[in-house]
């Protein structure tokens, strides 16, 4: 045995290169993800009259998510939720119905998994957040039996409307996980809404509405979670935060958490006779494995963006936005209305080679339906300071009119306005 073959080495005049296919094609900008914030930045790139962008996306079907919290209980129908993609396509900008696989930005390359290598000056990232439903063990088959659901699927969203109608009283246990999510308050906006549901049905009295939460408290921004906390005793709902689920026995009926109890681990399991689960969620695979992440702490696994700029702080030419971010604010539509301007403005002066001049606050929205009829809207930015869009009405309480908002105006905000580069 020869030296070479003693230490696995092999002769790199022998051995063959690997196959590198060439380019399929290549735009000016490429976005990746054809959601909210990848159809916004777009809209707003056609409408400054930016040639050369193309849109990485393969879905057929273009969902308003919000308003899924009210088909669960009843206020709304999975068909005003859904628009076609190719609809809100803006005109002028490429349609790429694919999936990214990979992403190189030394390369500046991006592979489909229809096996395209597509090219780009320019990259917004964009492709929204996963739902982890294998993370919780049994949550699959729980899910197919009929005291589980959640709304945080278009399909699931109606059968949840379905067991609040059946539910003839005890154990309603609802769950948010440790890990991110979208919109951060949906998870407690059914739970309201059901707990109201019992109330009008007659039924609260012999209920137990419970909260299963993996975060440390109700809510992260003091102002409002002092107004929650109200909502949740006028219930009389038990919460226990710092339960994050991690199996459930759809046959027992039976949720089991882990929690931290004196300093270790430990396992507590629920009983339930009707549980709403929020699967646990992260950035895509191909994003978690590519260079744009970071590798350690809380941001660990989510696109790299300056807070404020939104621009990658080591690739100068990516920009991000939106729920697969490392942005340190909820993951909402209404902070992508106000992040995707401020990234337009910024990804066009690095276009012409100037620095980024506009600057992202933190702002997000969260609109908290508390009961039928009633809404707190909670607004805020990175430092937990309330910002009001109504500043002539006190939206520190929960209102009918914002409530009327959240039903029938944010909907044809989104699609006519935010959708289009106008709001």
């Known amino acids: 045995m020869d030296a070479s073959e003693d230490c696995g080495c092999t002769d790199p005049a022998t051995t063959p290169m690997p196959y590198v296919a060439p380019v399929s094609e290549r735009h000016r900008v490429l976005i990746i993800g054809g959601g909210t914030a990848g159809i916004c930045v777009a809209a707003r790139l056609a409408r400054l009259g930016q040639k050369g962008v193309a849109i990485l996306e393969p879905s057929e079907r273009h969902y308003y998510q919000p308003l899924w919290t009210l088909v669960g209980a009843g206020e709304a129908r999975v068909e005003d939720t859904v628009r076609d993609e190719a609809d809100l396509i803006p005109r002028g900008v490429k349609w790429l119905k694919d999936a990214a696989e990979e992403v190189d930005p030394v390369r500046q390359e991006v592979r489909t998994r229809g096996g395209l290598r597509v090219g780009y000056d320019f990259l917004v990232v964009a492709p929204g957040i996963q739902l982890d439903w294998d993370k919780v063990r049994g949550l699959r088959d729980a899910l197919e039996t009929e005291h589980v659901s959640s709304n945080y699927d278009v399909r699931l969203a109606p059968k949840t409307w379905r067991m609040l109608q059946a539910f003839k009283g005890g154990t309603a246990l609802f769950t948010h996980p440790a890990t991110p999510v979208k919109c951060a308050g949906a998870p407690q906006k059914i739970m309201y809404l059901a707990a109201d549901h019992f109330r009008r049905t007659g039924i609260l009295e012999r209920s137990r509405v419970v909260f299963g939460s993996g975060a440390k408290a109700i809510f992260g921004v003091q102002p409002f979670a002092r107004v929650l906390e109200g909502v949740v005793k006028r219930y009389g709902i038990q919460t226990h935060f710092g339960h994050d689920l991690v199996a459930v026995d759809g046959a027992r009926r039976e949720a089991t958490f882990e929690t931290m109890r004196d300093g270790q681990k430990t396992r507590v399991t629920l009983g339930y006779d009707l549980l709403h689960v929020t699967?646990?969620?992260?950035?895509?695979?191909?994003?978690?494995?590519?260079?744009?992440?970071?590798?350690?702490?809380?941001?660990?696994?989510?696109?790299?963006?300056?807070?404020?700029?939104?621009?990658?702080?080591?690739?100068?030419?990516?920009?991000?936005?939106?729920?697969?971010?490392?942005?340190?604010?909820?993951?909402?539509?209404?902070?992508?209305?106000k992040q995707?301007?401020?990234?337009?403005?910024?990804?066009?002066?690095?276009?012409?080679?100037?620095?980024?001049?506009?600057?992202?606050?933190g702002y997000a929205s969260c609109p908290l339906t508390t009961g039928y009829g009633k809404l707190l809207l909670a607004e805020f930015d990175y430092d937990g300071k309330p910002t009001p869009s109504f500043p002539l009405i006190d939206t520190m309480q929960e209102r009918r009119d914002m409530w009327l908002m959240k039903k029938y105006g944010l909907p044809q905000l989104y699609w006519k306005g935010m959708l289009r580069g106008r709001a």
């Open 340 to 361: 995707a301007p401020v990234l337009v403005r910024n990804l066009r002066d690095v276009m012409a080679g100037r620095a980024p001049t506009a600057r992202y606050a």
């Open 279 to 337: 699967p646990p969620q992260s950035a895509p695979d191909f994003i978690r494995d590519s260079p744009l992440t970071s590798r350690e702490g809380a941001c660990s696994g989510w696109v790299r963006a300056d807070k404020h700029t939104l621009q990658h702080p080591v690739f100068p030419n990516v920009f991000a936005l939106g729920d697969a971010s490392d942005l340190p604010t909820s993951r909402t539509g209404a902070a992508i209305r």
